[in-house]
């Protein structure tokens, strides 16, 4: 089953516009990772944030964590439409355990 | 390329037919994944291996379906006596054991069940 559940499911945005979405998740967990996934092909990595961490920056990357409303954001600033993907969270719980993806947001970058 | 690689690509078969797949990770990884991917779903964890040990396996993998990494390297993933459910994307993944943990990824294979 699913961990995480990503919000909105679907989004529409013009070039240049800033795109944020959402990642809820019902567990504690360890880590928290960003994934892009292009049509039909493997998932490439974005970004990692611990659960003790706030908030992690990548280049037009930000990403938020609030672990105590087990939620997370990514936001992708100046989008770009080789920015069109679906996004997925995934989360651990630390040693052994699994990474469990979340249900994905796709992401339409209209130039 | 040292990325993690995938064999086939693609597979289309006919129901009740066994197929393997194969999956190659980065050389230095000892962790490595397996998950089904189907149309608008994320990757579903199936199983997975430290060095040569399958330490979970998850209760999607039915009887039909064994993993094995005999070596620690490479991985295979048959799935015997297939079923127009098995349809999917399966995906591999690598890592290396560590306190964060990221996962790479290969291309998947598309398996089409006829």
């Known amino acids: 089953s699913q961990q995480g559940e990503e919000d909105p499911q679907a989004l529409s945005i013009q070039e240049g516009e800033n795109a944020t979405m959402n990642c809820s998740y019902k567990?504690?967990?360890?880590?928290l990772q960003w994934y892009r996934q292009n049509s039909g092909r493997g998932l490439v990595h974005l970004i990692l944030?611990?659960?003790?961490?706030r908030e992690k920056h990548s280049g037009r990357l930000r990403v938020t964590l609030d672990t105590s409303k087990k939620s997370s954001s990514l936001l992708i600033t100046a989008s770009r439409a080789a920015d069109t993907a679906s996004y997925f969270c995934?989360?651990?719980?630390?040693?052994?355990?699994?990474?469990?993806f979340g249900t994905g947001t796709k992401l339409q970058v209209i130039p | 390329d040292t990325g993690v690689s995938q064999d086939p690509r693609h597979k289309i078969t006919k129901r009740g037919q066994n197929v393997t797949f194969r999956c190659d990770p980065i050389?230095?990884?000892?962790?490595l994944y397996w998950y089904r991917q189907t149309l608008g779903q994320g990757p579903e964890f199936l199983t997975y291996?430290?060095?040569?040990?399958?330490?979970?396996k998850s209760r999607l993998l039915s009887d039909r379906f064994s993993a094995e990494r005999p070596k620690g390297s490479f991985s295979t993933l048959e799935i015997q006596r297939t079923e127009q459910g098995d349809s999917a994307m399966y995906l591999c993944?690598?890592?290396?054991?560590?306190?964060?943990?990221?996962?790479?990824f290969g291309p998947g294979t598309r398996l089409l069940v006829l």
């Open positions: 050389s230095e990884h000892n962790r």
């Open positions: 995934a989360t651990d719980r630390g040693g052994y355990q699994k990474v469990t």
């Open positions: 993944a690598s890592s290396l054991a560590q306190v964060q943990e990221t996962q790479y």
């Open positions: 944030i611990r659960s003790n961490e």
């Open positions: 291996f430290q060095n040569e040990a399958q330490l979970e």
């Open positions: 567990t504690s967990i360890n880590n």
